[in-house]
């Protein structure tokens, strides 16, 4: 790999890069002999460097297998990563970096909402693609724009909607929940208290907390004594002591049941100290951690492929726990990108607003290799992708599934039609 200030770039042909493929890729002859070069805005440092360091793993083993298969419209695939520190003004300038300096023919990756937001209207202003990694309800809402598009991932409001039937019927129905106090808490607030209404709940206290904090027991003490179900859901460096310090304040006693987004354990041991209250307990999880018994056969060679163990952990060490229902869309979404450049005969930046088009013409991803999640359906109009969801619950000190949503289970009405904005 070669590295340059900031940033790095890799062709994918390292070793490994064949990934039980066999043999090293061979490419057709092409109009133009030079590699496609995409941009990764990464979140290598901030509050979201450890989801940045599996999406950085995860960007270069689908690179290797993409390029190992021959490419891209019969050209080698590069991709230069740089960091924007999860900060949104730093976020537009990487935007810009990678689309003025570098020459990228489109930007993807970011997964933290404030940063998407942040970063979005410059390259609508630039005019290249940019295909977010996050879960905002952002770019289905239609505050972004034409260029920006997230067909990797699902977002808040699906979730949220799909999982709360299953929640109210099994758990209860006065809820309080605890989220951080930016975007992505924001949407968590507030669909997830619109489908708990719809369901004959309620959501009886929202507990914001600042993403950056550090210690969290001054906010334990204002959930209800009524409360029937917790939600939570916490990001960056400090959840480990999110879901600690939770613990401690239930003890032994009498608790309400627990349901989590895995966000508030993402890249966190489930067996280290102080996490055994978590047994029993509920989460949502987009892609299983643990290895189920009914695991699909690409799901070997994709967690080969991005050195994950069954359990989630790096093959290398079982300390370094994955992000493992985040950093698929990173894989996913490089997979969409050859379909969409393919199907746009993509040759030059000149074609991008071809391969936007080509992007919104498609309705489905079927589930395999390319798509190691699951099957899902996009909406074109909308720009964001629908998926299944998964719950699962800590038994053994492990994530087992106990229920899987329906594509449809999610699917709300459109709120913007992009395909009628102008480019």
Not at 342 to 352: C, F, I, K, L, T
Request: proline share 5%; glycine share 10%; with cysteine.
């Amino acid at each position: 790999m070669k590295t340059l200030p900031r940033r790095s770039v890799l062709t994918g042909l390292a070793a490994g890069s064949a990934l039980a493929l066999g043999g090293l890729p061979r490419f057709v002859q092409a109009q133009s002999a030079a590699p496609i070069k995409l941009g990764f805005q990464l979140h290598r440092t901030g509050i979201g460097a450890a989801y940045g360091r599996w999406y950085e793993r995860t960007a270069q083993a689908a690179l290797a297998l993409v390029n190992a298969q021959g490419g891209i419209n019969g050209r080698p695939v590069e991709i230069l990563f740089e960091d924007d520190g999860t900060d949104p003004k730093r976020g537009a300038e990487v935007v810009e970096k990678l689309t003025t300096q570098h020459g990228c023919d489109l930007i993807f990756g970011p997964l933290f909402s404030h940063v998407v937001i942040g970063s979005a209207p410059r390259a609508g202003e630039l005019k290249v693609p940019y295909l977010v990694c996050s879960e905002g309800y952002h770019v289905a809402s239609g505050m972004l724009n034409r260029w920006t598009l997230q067909p990797g991932i699902t977002d808040v409001r699906a979730q949220v909607s799909s999982m709360a039937p299953w929640v109210t019927q099994t758990l209860g129905k006065r809820v309080t929940m605890v989220f951080p106090d930016y975007a992505f808490g924001h949407d968590h607030r507030d669909f997830f208290t619109e489908a708990v209404k719809a369901q004959g709940g309620e959501v009886i206290a929202q507990i914001a907390v600042p993403p950056t904090e550090t210690s969290f027991t001054r906010y334990f003490p204002q959930i209800p004594a009524e409360t029937e179900v917790l939600y939570h859901v916490m990001v960056g460096p400090a959840v480990l002591t999110f879901v600690k310090e939770l613990g401690e304040f239930y003890g032994s006693g009498d608790r309400p049941q627990i349901f989590g987004f895995i966000d508030s354990l993402e890249a966190v041991d489930l067996a280290a100290p102080g996490l055994e209250f978590l047994e029993g307990t509920y989460f949502w999880e987009a892609h299983n951690r643990v290895k189920q018994a009914d695991a699909p056969e690409w799901e070997a060679t994709y967690r080969a492929a991005v050195g994950v163990d069954d359990n989630g952990a790096s093959v290398s060490d079982a300390r370094d726990v994955a992000t493992y229902s985040h950093m698929f869309s990173v894989w996913e979404t490089l997979f969409t990108i050859k379909k969409g450049m393919e199907a746009a005969g993509y040759q030059s930046p000149a074609d991008r607003q071809k391969f936007v088009e080509a992007l919104e013409a498609m309705t489905t991803f079927d589930a395999g290799l390319d798509h190691v999640q699951g099957a899902k359906v996009f909406n074109g109009k909308t720009h964001q992708v629908f998926g299944s969801q998964f719950i699962s619950k800590v038994e053994g000190g492990k994530l087992m599934r106990v229920h899987q949503t329906s594509i449809a289970d999610g699917q709300y009405p459109d709120a913007v039609d992009y395909t009628a904005q102008s480019f």
